[in-house]
């Protein structure tokens, strides 16, 4: 089904690769496409409950955009965006599940955006993050503009994004860009000890958390607290917290089966 990325599907936890390795994993308009379509897929499948997104080998997460196939494409850029980067994008802000980037690698450009977009990143500590795009006339795009402030405040995000420098991932955790910075060594493990936490976590508490938060940054207290009344009431008929509930007054550890 998928001819530019690697799709598994193992136990709860979904993962998807980028494997473009010829183009350190270039968005095409291809690839973008079946990130979409495997975000979904994890989305639809109430097996899941943690997605990983993450590059092929130890080069790269993803270069950014493909050039080469976007100048061929006879497409304007805002047909490019509205069609494959923003679909894309917004299904990783939207899917009800928690999204970890392994940061296996460079992340620039539009790669950066698609890290930027996941809920913790967990990045080597020999790679960077760079928003490149000011370097060939081009501003942020692909939620960039959006997530870059509110993760580091307005006078970093513009510094970062109007000199496009390499932020190498201890300084992206130590300003708050980033989860975490491991050595590359310690990559994996920390990955696999965060997957299984959301694995074994109530997925319906954590999506509905994420989808909540989604809207805290332009909406005010009122509208914030009724999210909360609403999501709440609903979470409270889950399967999860009520086995939640009884554990912790039968001083137990729960068994959440997100539902």
Do not use: W
């Not at 990325?5 to 709860?12: A, P, Q, R, S, V």
């Not at 955009?65 to 939207?94: H, V």
């Not at 989604?214 to 399967?239: I, V, W």
């Amino acid at each position: 089904m998928y001819q530019h990325l690697l799709f598994e599907n193992t136990d709860g936890i979904a993962t998807i690769t980028l494997n473009r390795p010829q183009v350190y994993h270039a968005l095409s308009p291809a690839l973008i496409n079946e990130i979409t379509i495997a975000v979904k897929a994890a989305e639809s499948d109430d097996a899941v409950r943690v997605l990983i997104i993450t590059g092929e080998g130890d080069k790269a997460f993803c270069s950014g955009a493909d050039l080469k196939e976007t100048a061929s494409s006879g497409q304007g850029a805002d047909e490019i965006l509205r069609e494959y980067y923003n679909p894309m994008i917004q299904a990783i802000r939207t899917i009800p599940k928690p999204v970890i980037c392994r940061l296996n690698g460079l992340a620039v450009g539009a790669g950066c955006s698609l890290a930027l977009a996941c809920d913790v990143v967990i990045a080597r500590e020999d790679t960077y993050l760079s928003l490149l795009f000011v370097q060939i006339g081009l501003m942020p795009d692909a939620g960039a503009t959006f997530f870059l402030p509110r993760l580091v405040g307005m006078a970093r995000a513009f510094e970062i994004a109007s000199t496009g420098r390499k932020v190498y991932a201890p300084e992206a955790a130590s300003i708050g860009l980033i989860s975490r910075s491991v050595p590359a060594t310690e990559l994996d493990a920390a990955i696999e000890q965060t997957a299984a936490y959301y694995r074994n976590a109530p997925t319906q508490a954590i999506g509905a958390m994420k989808l909540v938060m989604n809207e805290s940054f332009h909406s005010d207290l009122a509208k914030m607290q009724q999210y909360e009344l609403e999501n709440q009431e609903r979470l409270f008929k889950t399967y999860d917290a009520q086995e939640g509930i009884a554990s912790f007054l039968q001083k137990k550890g729960p068994d959440f089966q997100g539902r």
